[in-house]
């Protein structure tokens, strides 16, 4: 009997195979599209490449856990250099390109957050960038700035006096406000995610999106808090004993630096928590994820939360280092700091791994910067670099090794219907 049905299913594989010959070409992986063409010319052409950073890697897994952590520190203290090196090589147009810097801080922290909610949980998040607002906004608030721009434009003699009084200056505890509005933007992720959680893929985008614009156009409408349209002004900056920020950009990249090294650490141990796997579990598979007993929506409320600190704390160093915030700063489109230019970084520098979306953050917002000669040309081949390289990496320039395993295209050889039966079998 179980003879006959053998045969009878060979049978049933070999007309199969014989109606659809095409059928017979077994792909391990996954086979790319056009590999003889661009694709193709791109993987030989960038190989040598690859594999020196592959072999690079394999040699820093293989040292000593001191070694390691030497290189680590090296690395570290490379880029602390980074302002003394731009003073020595560039002269004055310095000033110009450590502002540049200081803006790709933001936006490594801001990608690194958002990575959090889209590379580790897999939720699409379009309107990140109300976090952003939440974290300025909160530092405006709690330093009465936003109360003393209220009471300068009111532009009576009374309100006048009442400003000049409150004139924010920087205290030592205000150093507490970048964990107050951390905090609050925590809080505010919470409340986003306890009601939407439920919802998945094209819904949960919208109502991220729909949240993201509730926050702008709430700042915009608040006048007698936070100013609306007009914004607030004069925000103070941060000092260390005697020495004030001011208007230097060394200060902010160093305290950048630091704030970006300690969220790595921290997220590096996340990762290989019960927390990180959990994020990895919902990603691949929310149903699969539910039925093993993880708890879905606890656990995606945790990404959300912990991403809406961490775009909090890029949006305290933004408005200290500006001084000047307003509802046009914290849009979807458009802006150095928008919600789909975050994304893209992420998507960019590649999902779910550390050093990708910090490349993909330091080249959007280096590129248009180093191509403003062009004009507004620069945003066409922008655009035009950026559909290129998701044409040819499709997981990004710097992906995960779980995101590059899934999105890597395997080898293409001829198998047979039964050859391929008798491997899984």
Request: aromatic content about 12%; charged content about 15%; proline content about 4%.
């Amino acid at each position: 009997m179980a003879k006959d049905t053998n045969k009878g299913l060979e049978s049933q594989a070999e007309a199969a195979q014989e109606a659809t010959p095409d059928s017979s070409r077994e792909v391990v992986g996954r086979a790319p599209s056009g590999v003889g063409g661009l694709t193709g010319w791109y993987r030989g052409a960038t190989q040598p490449i690859r594999d020196a950073f592959q072999d690079a890697g394999t040699r820093f897994d293989k040292l000593p856990q001191p070694y390691r952590y030497a290189v680590i520190a090296a690395v570290i203290a490379a880029f602390a250099l980074v302002p003394f090196i731009l003073h020595a090589t560039l002269g004055i147009q310095a000033a110009y390109w450590l502002n540049v810097t200081d803006k790709i801080g933001i936006a490594a922290l801001l990608a690194l957050g958002l990575n959090v909610v889209v590379g580790y949980a897999g939720l699409l998040d379009l309107g990140y960038v109300a976090f952003f607002a939440v974290g300025a906004y909160s530092y405006a608030l709690l330093t009465q700035a936003a109360r003393y721009s209220v009471l300068i434009e009111t532009q009576t003699a009374q309100a006048t006096a009442l400003a000049q009084k409150i004139k924010p200056v920087w205290h030592e505890y205000f150093w507490l406000y970048f964990f107050a509005a951390l905090a609050i933007a925590l809080l505010a992720g919470v409340l986003l995610g306890a009601p939407t959680l439920r919802l998945r893929g094209d819904y949960l985008a919208i109502v991220t999106l729909g949240f993201g614009e509730i926050i702008r156009d709430t700042a915009n409408n608040l006048h007698t808090v936070v100013g609306g349209p007009r914004g607030v002004f004069n925000l103070p900056h941060p000092a260390i004993g005697s020495y004030d920020f001011g208007l230097q950009n060394e200060p902010y990249y160093w305290l950048l630096l630091g704030i970006i090294v300690t969220w790595i650490f921290l997220l590096m141990r996340l990762n290989r928590s019960r927390i990180g796997r959990a994020w990895a579990a919902i990603r691949e598979d929310e149903l699969a994820a539910a039925a093993m007993g993880v708890s879905t929506i606890r656990m995606k409320l945790w990404a959300f939360a912990i991403g809406a600190s961490v775009a909090s704390f890029g949006g305290v160093v933004y408005a200290s280092k500006i001084i000047f915030i307003s509802p046009d700063s914290f849009r979807l489109f458009g802006g150095d700091f928008a919600s789909v230019i975050i994304l893209a970084m992420v998507v960019l520098g590649g999902m779910g791994g550390i050093a990708g979306p910090i490349v993909g953050a330091a080249l959007l917002v280096f590129l248009p910067e180093r191509f403003r000669v062009v004009g507004d040309a620069r945003f066409m081949l922008f655009g035009l670099a950026l559909v290129v390289v998701m044409i040819l990496r499709p997981q990004g320039l710097i992906p995960s090794r779980r995101r590059a395993a899934e999105l890597k295209g395997g080898e293409v050889r001829e198998t047979t219907v039964f050859e391929a039966r008798e491997h899984g079998a």
